[in-house]
T-cell receptor, first 110, second 112 residues
Framework: QKEVEQNSGPLSVPEGAIASLNCTYS??????FFWYRQYSGKSPELIMS????GDKEDGRFTAQLNKASQYVSLLIRDSQPSDSATYLC??????????FGKGTRLSVIA | EAQVTQNPRYLITVTGKKLTVTCSQN?????MSWYRQDPGLGLRQIYY???????DKGDVPEGYKVSRKEKRNFPLILESPSPNQTSLYFC???????????FGPGTRLTVL
């Protein structure tokens, strides 16, 4: 069974610090990787997508992918209290359903 | 505005009373799906559809039905709701292939 594993947290970081969120996946055929942010009671919102090994940066967010290790991570620089949310990792081999992790709850403390 | 819409947003009903939650997208996406989200269990896929008239079961399909008669609409039907179907439901859509998936605003369902 295809699985995506995330530490449930909560991960607590002080304001201004770097938050590091990690995700491992079981399906070696996975080609597309996504990070979603979800505030309590709201729908998941896509914040990053990555398709090839290495780093991808977008503003304060950096996604890192290592297919050999089946590992994808999200770094949030200069963390703000507004970043406090649950972060969901999702993967897919392509034209098949996304498989989601259960999410990591991030708390940024002012 | 490109979006996925769901209705109703909130629903309280009683056991056994049939209900339908509608989902519509205006992005011409082939792929649509329904999820439920429960504390500690994460997002679990109920059903998905790769295109019109093509639907398939996800991880937790029992007690649910779907149809895909038009590309833009993907309603979720609960023929005889039970209290264990109390949950937060999300509809989502994407282009086929590896593109990003977009979620609707969610429907909070309570079955008494």
């Amino acid at each position: 069974q295809k699985e995506v594993e995330q530490n449930s947290g909560p991960l607590s970081v002080p304001e201004g610090a770097i938050a590091s969120l990690n995700c491992t996946y079981s399906d070696r055929g996975s080609q597309s990787f996504f990070w979603y942010r979800q505030y309590s009671g709201k729908s998941p919102e896509l914040i990053m997508s990555i398709y090839s090994n290495g780093d991808k940066e977008d503003g304060r967010f950096t996604a890192q992918l290592n297919k050999a290790s089946q590992y994808v991570s999200l770094l949030i620089r200069d963390s703000q209290p507004s970043d406090s949310a649950t972060y969901l990792c999702a993967v897919t081999p392509g034209n098949t359903p996304l498989v989601f992790g259960k999410g990591t709850r991030l708390s940024v403390i002012a | 505005e490109a979006q996925v819409t769901q209705n109703p947003r909130y629903l309280i009903t009683v056991t056994g009373k049939k209900l339908t939650v509608t989902c519509s997208q205006n992005m011409n996406h082939e792929y649509m799906s329904w999820y439920r989200q429960d504390p500690g269990l994460g997002l679990r896929q109920i059903y998905y559809s790769m295109n019109v008239e093509v639907t398939d079961k996800g991880d937790v399909p029992e007690g649910y039905k779907v149809s895909r008669k038009e590309k833009r609409n993907f309603p979720l039907i609960l023929e005889s709701p039970s209290p264990n179907q109390t949950s937060l439901y999300f509809c989502a859509s994407r282009l086929s292939g590896r593109d990003e998936q977009f979620f609707g605003p969610g429907t909070r369902l309570t079955v008494l």
